[in-house]
């Protein structure tokens, strides 16, 4: 068996649509949506990520500015600059680039924002509508594997998923989307983390198995069943290479699998963009 692709241009054109048609919309009326970022210290992953963002952004013609910090900015610092955009009336949404180094609190940062400025969905108020099925950004990875598997008519309603990672971009909301009712959820959902020791277990009954933790080839053959959908959410660089949590091996079981290349990442930034209008157009209905 060689896997179908789960190619992510496919899935992120349509939303990129949709937004620079309500992009333009709203720029007829005078509003331009705005996306700020936050980029703490000299991580050249974090900085690409970063300028894909705004690449994507100029592209729909939102307005957007990157908020560059030193290595060694203090919580006090990081946290003064997340005030000035929430006060800023040109940005609509923003987000704060994660990781950040390890002497600043990525939780504590999330507070001090602006829930109602939360592009990537991820601040405790966005997390906690969407743990009780209320409207909300959602985090922008989560929603992009809701997409591809509706683009890709993957059934999900009764399926089992198995989510590897329960971190706080990926894995946890990415449970909470899928086991919600309605499209592209409604799913039976297991989430696997350094606390389970058995890995294959679980990943072994997995219909759709999402890994999110950032470790590469994590995910090898022997651990899916014949015929899954397997998506890597994770990715790791080893010098230039980009490195993804499911080893290329995988496709010779899978039936759908994400590609090393062109997966996951464009759909994250076109939710990221679909977040942000939403919450342009929000604003302008205040």
């Known amino acids: 068996m060689t896997a179908q692709l789960l190619e992510g241009a496919a899935v992120a054109e349509g939303v990129m649509q949709d ?10 009326r005078g509003i331009t949506p705005g996306l700020a970022t936050v980029l703490v210290g000299d991580d050249p992953a974090s900085a690409g990520y970063v300028r894909k963002k705004h690449e994507a952004c100029a592209s729909v013609g939102i307005y957007s500015r990157n908020i560059e910090l030193e290595p060694d900015t203090s919580e006090d610092e990081l946290l003064a600059a997340i005030r000035e955009l929430n006060d800023d009336p ?13 002497h600043l609190d990525f939780g504590r940062a999330l507070l001090e924002m602006d829930p109602e ?6 601040h405790p108020q966005s997390i906690g509508k969407l743990a009780i099925g209320l409207e909300a950004p959602v985090p922008a990875t989560p929603a992009g594997v809701r997409a591809m598997l509706l683009h890709y008519d993957v059934p999900t309603s009764g399926r089992h998923v198995v989510v590897i990672g329960r971190g706080p971009t990926i894995g946890r909301p990415l449970s909470l989307l899928l086991s919600r009712s309605g499209p592209g959820a409604n799913a039976a959902v297991t989430v696997l983390h350094s606390g389970v020791s058995d890995l294959h277990h679980y990943t072994l009954q997995a219909d759709i198995l999402v890994a999110g933790v950032g470790r590469p080839s994590i995910v090898v053959p022997d651990m899916v069943r014949e015929g899954a959908v397997v998506i890597s959410a994770g990715i790791t660089w080893e010098g230039k290479r980009l490195v993804p949590d499911v080893d290329e091996s995988v496709g010779e079981k899978a039936a759908w699998i994400t590609p090393r290349l062109g997966g996951l990442g464009v759909t994250t930034v076109a939710m990221l963009l679909q977040n ?11």
Do not use: Y
């Not at 937004?19 to 007829?28: C, I, N, Q, W």
């Not at 040109?90 to 390890?102: A, K, M, R």
């Not at 400025?117 to 991820?122: E, M, V």
């Open 117 to 122: 400025k939360d592009a990537d969905g991820l």
């Open 90 to 102: 040109e940005i609509h949404g923003f987000l704060i680039q994660h990781p950040l180094p390890g």
């Open 19 to 28: 937004v620079a048609s309500r992009t333009a919309a709203l720029v007829a």
């Open 276 to 286: 942000t209008v939403g919450l342009a157009e929000q604003a302008a209905q205040a």
